[in-house]
C-alpha cells in the first residue's frame, strides 16, 4: 500500500489558564456563530487564533467543527487538547480517536 507519514504527537503539558473575563463573551459567540458557515480552513485559523488569544474552550470548539469537517490538523490539534486538559477537561480515549483519524488520513 502508499506510504505512511509519521504524526509526531509529542505533547508539551502545561497548566490550565483561567478561562477569559467575561467582557470577551459577546465576541466569543459571535465568532462560534459565524464558524458554521466558513470552510474548515478558516475554522482552523480562528480555532488558532482563539487559542493564541487563550479561549481554549472556544478553540475547541472550532477545531471539532473543523476536524468533523475532515481538516486532519485541526483533528491533531483537538486531539492534543483533549489529552492535556487544555480545555479545561482532559478525555485521553477521544483524543487519541481524534489523533488515529488524523494519522490515517494523512
Known amino acids: ?11 508539551k503539558m502545561s497548566p490550565v489558564p483561567p478561562t477569559a473575563p467575561a467582557s470577551h463573551a459577546a465576541s466569543r459567540e459571535a465568532s462560534l456563530d459565524q464558524s458554521r458557515h466558513k470552510t474548515p480552513e478558516e475554522n482552523h485559523s480562528l480555532a488558532e487564533a482563539l487559542y493564541q488569544r487563550r479561549l481554549f474552550r472556544d478553540a475547541l470548539k472550532i477545531y ?16 492534543q487538547m483533549l489529552i492535556s ?21 494523512d
Do not use: C, I
Request: aromatic letters at 4%; charged letters at 25%; glycine letters at 12%.
Open 1 to 11: 500500500p502508499g506510504k505512511r507519514q509519521k504524526v509526531n504527537l509529542e505533547l
Open 85 to 105: 486538559g487544555r480545555s479545561g477537561h482532559t478525555d485521553f480515549s477521544l483524543g487519541k480517536k481524534w489523533l488515529e483519524k488524523a494519522a490515517e488520513l
Open 64 to 79: 471539532e467543527m473543523a476536524a468533523n469537517q475532515g481538516h486532519t490538523p485541526s483533528m491533531v490539534n483537538l486531539g
